[in-house]
């Protein structure tokens, strides 16, 4: 058996369950070191009322919450579609090491998401960008960096 | 009293209250069209074991569940720092619709944070970034995204 067949099919699995929950078509498995399935999630923005519930991020955020750690080094994600910005991101910054996708950005947009206009919009200069950004108060703000560089027993991640 | 001035302390008091809580120095709040906070948040990436719970994320899914609804258009976003990939993408998931900034992404790297790491690969093309990522199954998971364009009681997003 093809385990990165057996998994992605997991993945597009997971993708199917939530359209027939009532959600966007993504889904997302994440794997161990030990090539063992640690979770399978799909997105569930609108039925949690929650735009940050896609299918990586839940899947993330579960395999964390089952291994107790915030770090997932060594793991690997299966999604049923190119992660969109905030799921690579997340990816990032939860040190997973591999990603095998099915669907891209392009498929997504063919279909009205928006990861693909995302991408483009974090590539802008600040100034360029849809969302409007103002920098205000960093005299204020950098206070708090200074005290974090300064505090004994910080756990950095 | 200057409302910018009221709403930006009010992130950093809890970008302090982070810090006093264990956890990253990051602080953000939502405010409605009202004018009205509806949130104030802070880090939560090491005492939750979620490596997505930043100061950002954690007030877009806190005002979602508060006013029932994915979609946050209108709202401000106030953050102690400039949000990261991940934050900038679930502000334009959730349609923030402005965002005051304190610190800057080379703060955030000035003290060991990947946020300026992070948004300079995300603008790498695939086969250049650190994570591997291996486009495998699409002529799978695309019938899921038909399925999906067939849907005739979908909720779009």
Known sequence: MDTHKHF???AIDSSLKSIENG???FGAVIVDKEGKILVEAHNEVTTQND?????EVNA????????????????TLYTS???????????YWAHIEKIYYANTRE???????????????????????????VQYGRENAITVFEKWVNKKDKIQY
Request: glycine share 4%; hydrophobic share 35%; with cysteine.
């Open 8 to 10: 992605m099919q997991a």
């Open 51 to 55: 735009p940050t519930a896609h299918a």
């Open 60 to 75: 993330i955020r579960r395999a964390c919450k089952l291994i107790n750690n915030f770090d997932l080094s060594g793991c």
């Open 81 to 91: 579609c190119e992660p969109c910005p905030l799921c690579l991101s997340a990816c």
């Open 23 to 25: 959600t966007g078509p």
């Open 107 to 133: 498929d997504a947009a063919a279909i009205d998401f928006d990861d693909k206009e995302i991408y483009e919009e974090i590539k802008k200069p600040i100034p360029e960008r849809k969302i409007q950004m």
